[in-house]
């Protein structure tokens, strides 16, 4: 029985290890364990030595004073095993075998933040590597106004690496001021190369997709949103319900942005589709572009359906006027 516990403990281990290496993508590198920067502070006490016992702060350069030894050792990117062996080296100089247990009992650990659209924008506190993917789900996941790219920008030199690392992201224009940054487009999320590991310190901006329009003779007039990969005049309309009975779809009028003009200008350019032959596939269907204005209008009336209205409302006035003429009789 105890054989069978043990063997059910050790395969859920193996499993365990197995979902957290599919998990990150191939390039995250070797996963050492959290590794010492600065302004990080440390506890460590030596057993049975407690004139050995201090508390100390990585500084900006990296290092840690260490007791009775008048040069600092080099703290930053090492983790706390690194580190109590290096300081027991030391103090192996004044004492036999020295035992002793380090402690970090404060990590400066910048946050990660998560905003844009996302339903629970907020920061978070990263103490293993976390791909993009990751981040968004722990962000409560995307409104359904994101839109096709995220950009996150990477506010520090990624800690411990060299120069050269991929992840060690430049800016495009090389100006000091500017902050490194990459966009990933949201329909390849998942795959390696758009699914980066994301370190403390970046921020992540999930973009709104651009709106376009639509209003006059339709079920539900208003703003829709253009996805990644696009969105037709056809499948914006059919998004909100469709045209209604009396709605001019023979000639829909697209009020376009002409180039470099702000989305508040009315210098537009007027496209006209006929909805009709779009979908009988004799015109194609229209991509709308950012700030479209699609105004579908009434259609007029024919003659013949005039006249059968005019009819109608003779007739039902002439009734009214009878009805209200004539005595009422009341049948027992």
Same mark, same amino acid.
Request: aromatic share 8%; proline share 8%; hydrophobic share 45%.
């Given at each position: 029985m105890k054989f069978k516990i043990l063997f059910m403990l050790a @395969?859920?281990? +193996?499993?365990?290890?197995a979902v957290q @290496?599919?998990?990150?993508? %191939?390039? #995250?590198?070797?996963?050492?364990?959290?590794?010492?920067?600065?302004? %990080?502070?440390?506890? +460590? *006490? +030596?057993?049975?030595?407690?004139?050995?016992?201090? $508390? @100390?702060t990585v500084n900006e350069n990296g290092k840690i004073e260490v007791p009775f030894?008048?040069?600092?050792?080099?703290?930053?990117?090492?983790? !706390?095993?690194?580190?109590?062996?290096?300081? @027991?080296?030391l103090l192996s100089e004044y004492l036999r075998d020295p035992q002793l247990n380090l402690r970090t009992d404060k990590k400066s650990i910048p946050s990660t933040t998560v905003y844009g659209e996302v339903n629970a924008p907020q920061q978070f506190e990263l103490r293993r590597p976390v791909t993009l993917i990751e981040m968004i789900a722990f962000a409560g996941g995307l409104k359904e106004a994101a839109g096709g790219t995220i950009q996150v920008f990477r506010t520090r030199p990624p800690l411990c690496m060299p120069e050269n690392d991929p992840a060690n992201w430049k800016a495009e224009t090389g100006e000091a001021t500017e902050v490194p940054?990459?966009?990933?487009?949201?329909? *390849?999320?998942?795959?390696? !190369?758009?699914?980066?590991?994301?370190?403390? /310190? %970046?921020?992540? %901006? +999930?973009?709104? #997709?651009?709106? #376009?329009?639509?209003? /006059?003779?339709?079920?539900?007039?208003?703003? $829709?949103y253009l996805k990644e990969g696009g969105t037709s005049l056809s499948e914006a309309i059919a998004k909100i319900s469709g045209p209604t009975q009396t709605a001019k779809t023979k000639e829909i009028k697209i009020y376009r942005l002409k180039p470099n003009s702000h989305p508040n200008s009315k210098d537009r350019d007027i496209i006209i589709a006929n909805l009709d032959h779009i979908k009988e596939g004799k015109q194609s269907d229209i991509l709308l572009q950012p700030y479209d204005i699609v105004e579908v209008e009434k259609a007029k009336k024919s003659i013949a359906l005039r006249i059968l209205e005019i009819a109608a409302g003779a007739g039902r006035s002439a009734i009214t006027s009878a009805a209200n003429t004539t005595g009422l009789r009341v049948v027992y």
């Open positions: @395969a859920m281990f +193996v499993l365990f290890e @290496a599919q998990s990150l993508p %191939d390039n #995250a590198g070797p996963v050492k364990g959290y590794m010492l920067g600065p302004g %990080d502070e440390i506890s +460590v *006490k +030596v057993l049975g030595e407690q004139q050995y016992d201090f $508390v @100390a030894f008048e040069k600092p050792i080099v703290a930053v990117c090492k983790t !706390e095993r690194e580190l109590r062996i290096d300081i @027991a080296a940054s990459r966009i990933f487009s949201l329909a *390849k999320l998942g795959k390696e !190369e758009v699914n980066p590991v994301i370190l403390p /310190g %970046d921020i992540i %901006d +999930v973009q709104k #997709a651009p709106p #376009a329009y639509i209003v /006059g003779e339709v079920i539900a007039p208003q703003g $829709v």
